[in-house]
């Protein structure tokens, strides 16, 4: 079993469409989650964290169940610009590197 | 820098030759990490320094592969003997703490 697990897409959605991705992760002592986004031929870019509480950034939602080991990534209100692969990446602990999800891109359509 | 610099921002070299690539990260991150992203695929660790300590090699695929770091400045990722299973987008990321990464824009290596 992957370590980090994602649908890879794509998804295609209209403007203005509102969209989930999902994301589970397989050590159960994992301490913090993020969602990073990579635009083509691009570098990855911190999105943002994803908080027990779960939390919000304009029209981008981040959800966390620990019981289940699933992380999701809601986009309300999709604009072209937010056509882009998204990766879930996870923390264990101590001084160990992030663990990338192989992403699931999106492609927005006027 | 303002940001993580790497260079060369493109390498294309022979199967056999060796390759360096450079990354230098934004000071004062104490982390320095190198990834793989082979076309269409997810990030693969390869390595990572932490200030002193001894860095963690555990994602490095094959002797073939060796990185440096001086103190908490450039580090240079040596490909010996390429391959072209070798060609992909090699990321440095640098961080402050446990897991803020930067990212530079990368080295794309295509070995022919």
């Known amino acids: 079993r992957k370590e980090v697990e994602q649908d890879p897409g794509p998804f295609n959605v209209p403007e203005g469409a509102t969209v989930a991705f999902n994301c589970t992760y397989s050590n159960s002592a994992s301490q913090s989650f993020f969602w990073y986004r990579q635009d083509c031929r691009k570098e990855p870019k911190l999105l943002m964290s994803v908080y027990s509480s779960g939390n919000e950034d304009g029209r981008f939602t981040a959800q966390l169940n620990r019981a289940s080991q699933y992380i999701s990534l809601l986009i309300r209100d999709s604009k072209l610009s937010d056509s882009a692969t998204y990766l879930c990446?996870?923390?264990?602990?101590?001084?160990?590197?992030?663990?990338f999800g192989k992403g699931t891109r999106l492609s927005v359509i006027a | 820098g303002a940001g993580v610099s790497q260079s060369p921002s493109n390498k294309v070299t022979e199967k056999g030759k060796d390759v360096e690539l450079r990354c230098d990260p934004i000071?004062?991150?104490?982390?320095l990490y190198w990834y793989r992203q082979r076309l269409g695929q997810g990030l693969e660790f390869l390595i990572y320094?932490?200030?002193?300590?001894?860095?963690?090699k555990s994602g490095l695929p094959s002797d073939r592969f060796s990185a440096e770091r001086t103190g908490e400045s450039v580090s240079t990722l040596t490909i010996q003997r390429t391959q072209q299973e070798d060609s992909a987008v090699y990321l440095c990321?640098?961080?402050?703490?446990?897991?803020?990464?930067?990212f530079g824009s990368g080295t794309r290596l295509t070995v022919v």
């Open positions: 320094f932490q200030g002193n300590s001894a860095p963690d």
């Open positions: 000071s004062g991150h104490t982390a």
């Open positions: 990446v996870v923390f264990h602990s101590g001084n160990t590197p992030l663990v």
């Open positions: 990321a640098s961080s402050r703490d446990t897991y803020g990464y930067t």
